[in-house]
């Protein structure tokens, strides 16, 4: 079974930083693309930023600049650098994976930017 575990989420201030992280394990097929999306109160999910296996990123135009999205193929991890941090950034945050036999999601990470 293919879990996901999140972390680095949190309350932060306008203009800070946070770091989210994302361990995939029990995946018996390789990772393709890995992924961070974020729901906020009232909004749907978003996507925020991707990366594939080979390194290629998209990030949505409202974090263009301020994150940036990497990944360890060998330890089945996505991370998430977030600098300035915005009050509209406020959200729940969450992982995606793709592998061969489909799609898998995070719990979620609550991040919180105050102003």
């Known amino acids: 079974q293919v879990q996901l575990v999140e972390s680095g989420g949190g309350l932060v201030q306008a203009g800070g930083s946070l770091r989210l992280s994302c361990t995939v394990s029990?995946?018996?097929?390789?990772?393709?693309?890995m992924g961070w999306y974020r729901q906020a109160p009232g909004n749907q999910r978003e996507l925020v930023a991707t990366?594939?296996?080979?390194?290629?990123?998209t990030y949505a135009d409202s974090v263009k600049g301020r994150f940036t999205i990497s990944r360890d193929n060998a330890k089945n991890t996505v991370l998430l650098q977030m600098n300035s941090l915005k009050p509209e950034d406020t959200a729940v945050y969450y992982c995606?994976?793709?592998?061969?036999?489909?799609?898998?999601w995070g719990q979620g990470t609550q991040v919180t930017v105050s102003s």
């Open positions: 995606k994976v793709i592998t061969i036999i489909g799609t898998h």
């Open positions: 990366i594939t296996k080979g390194g290629t990123t």
């Open positions: 029990g995946s018996r097929f390789s990772i393709n693309a």
